[in-house]
């Protein structure tokens, strides 16, 4: 990811979360350095992932795709990219959290290896227009050759 990707991307967020990340986190997300990747096809951007590495582990912070581009394969390709590049950053276990009701990633995440560790009670907004919550699934994968 680069910062001329941040327009499309921004579009592919704010379709895709009821609360999504505003401009100046995946600003600040290239900044600090943390791991990105994009997906392009056909001359447009239709799925990126950002992760952390770091102390022997990784964990995925926001991962998206394209309405138009899903199931499809890319959510796929790019957790194995991010998977692979984690291990070279010297991680052995990945960490994610996928929203209750987010059953299609969940069972992606499951088909990947990810098992469920915990919850996290009301950790993600349901909607930026009042107080509602919703849990999160806490999924970890020991990486390994």
Not at 68 to 77: E, K, L
Not at 126 to 135: L, Q
Request: with cysteine.
């Amino acid at each position: 990811m680069l910062p001329r990707d941040i327009p499309e991307v921004m579009r592919i967020e704010r379709v895709s979360h009821p609360v999504p990340w505003s401009e100046k986190i995946f600003t600040d997300c290239l900044k600090v350095g943390y791991l990105t990747l994009v997906v392009e096809a056909d001359d447009h951007l239709c799925g990126f992932v950002i992760f952390s590495s770091a102390a022997g582990e990784s964990h995925i912070l926001n991962i998206c795709v394209d309405p138009a581009s899903r199931r499809g394969g890319v959510a796929s390709v790019m957790m194995e990219q991010a998977i692979a590049a984690a291990m070279v950053q010297g991680a052995t276990v990945m960490f994610l959290e996928a929203r209750v009701s987010n059953v299609a990633a969940i069972t992606l995440y499951e088909k990947l290896g990810f098992i469920e560790t915990g919850r996290r009670e009301n950790y993600y907004n349901v909607a930026s227009s009042d107080n509602r919550r919703e849990d999160a699934i806490l999924m970890a994968k020991e990486l390994t050759l």
